[in-house]
Nanobody
Framework: QVQLVESGGGLVQAGESLNLSCSAS????????IGWFRQAPGREREFVGA????????FRADSVRGRFTISREYGKNSVSLQMNSLKPEDTAVYYC?????????????????WGQGTRVTVSS
């Protein structure tokens, strides 16, 4: 089992940056993919990025490529989402999730455990 806690959300202006952190509690994360999703009001949950814990391989949605970076923080048992050049359309609740490495990484169906989310608001 995996327990996940997100932190780092807040209110920023367009063009600024935020760093989100997902802290995981588990015996080991070796067999898991850790993903970031976001959900805006009236929208379905959207894949942002993911990382395979054991080898650090990353995946990113095209919508955030070049602006967002997902990183494995091996010693801290956590995963960061560095968000640069934020836009108002990035406003959403951001969720951390964990799933087995064999699961589909770019859809919520592939994940078994979820955090409570952290809210990001980007003003124009």
């Amino acid at each position: 089992q995996v327990q996940l806690v997100e932190s780092g959300g807040g209110l920023v202006q367009a063009g600024e940056s935020l760093n989100l952190s997902c802290s995981a509690s588990a015996r080991t994360l070796r067999h898991y993919v850790i993903g970031w999703f976001r959900q805006a009001p009236g929208r379905e949950r959207e894949f942002v990025g993911a990382v395979r814990w054991n080898n650090g391989n990353t995946f990113r949605a095209d919508s955030v490529r070049g602006r967002f970076t997902i990183s494995r923080e091996y010693g801290k048992n956590s995963v960061s989402l560095q968000m640069n050049s934020l836009k108002p359309e990035d406003t959403a609740v951001y969720y951390c999730a964990a799933g087995l490495s064999s699961s589909i990484v770019d859809t919520a169906r592939g994940y078994d455990y979820w955090g409570q989310g952290t809210r990001v608001t980007v003003s124009s």
